[in-house]
């Protein structure tokens, strides 16, 4: 895959780069990639590598970490608790998915309003007001480290609704599809 060098002064830009800063991160003076950006010279291939990989470097630097990205207000629902419970929560907290604990405080599970719309739409007799959160909920959400890159946490949420961020096996925040649209 050929990159424009074009990309060179598009890419500092947006990670927030002076061509100092990147010139230091290279290896490559500061007055060359001035005259690189300007398009009054062609760097060698050494130059153009080291700057590219400069950049991707510096990008990895800059990028976010789960611990950045959560949000610590966080409902927890008990898996006994019943199903019409956890929709009124949902609702009152303006969310769409609650990790699932059991009695001991362990994540058991998941639910979301997919799971309850899936339910009563597939069971026309099905009574909100008995059911219990154990007997529909899903598997628990993936867990990460709070310094897991958002890189990571994206691609995680394309197969799932949430992730949890752990610290020494405890619950310190989830983070949404929702949250992950709001760093764009």
Do not use: C
């Not at 630097?61 to 608790?81: D, F, H, P, S, V």
């Not at 998915?97 to 339910?119: C, F």
């Not at 619950?171 to 929702?178: A, D, L, R, W």
């Amino acid at each position: 895959m050929f990159l424009e060098l074009a990309e060179i002064k598009r890419q500092r830009g947006a990670i927030g780069l002076t061509q100092k800063e990147l010139g230091h991160l290279s290896g490559v003076p500061q007055p060359t990639i001035a005259k690189i950006e300007n398009g009054k010279t062609d760097p060698s291939y050494s130059n153009a590598r080291r700057l590219f990989e400069a950049l991707e470097g510096a990008k990895k630097g800059k990028e976010k970490t789960a611990l950045q990205m959560m949000n610590r207000k966080i409902q927890l629902i008990y898996e006994e608790r019943k199903v019409l419970e956890a929709i009124k929560m949902m609702r009152s907290g303006q969310i769409s998915q609650m990790p699932v604990i059991d009695k001991n405080g362990h994540l058991v599970g998941s639910i979301t309003e997919r799971t309850v719309l899936a339910k009563i739409d597939e069971t026309i007799d099905f009574d909100l007001r008995k059911a219990r959160i154990r007997n529909m909920m899903d598997e628990p959400f993936p867990t990460v480290s709070e310094n897991a890159p958002a890189s990571t946490i994206a691609h995680i949420l394309r197969d799932s609704m949430a992730v949890l961020v752990m610290k020494k096996n405890k619950v310190e925040g989830i983070i949404t599809k929702s949250d992950l649209l709001k760093m764009v």
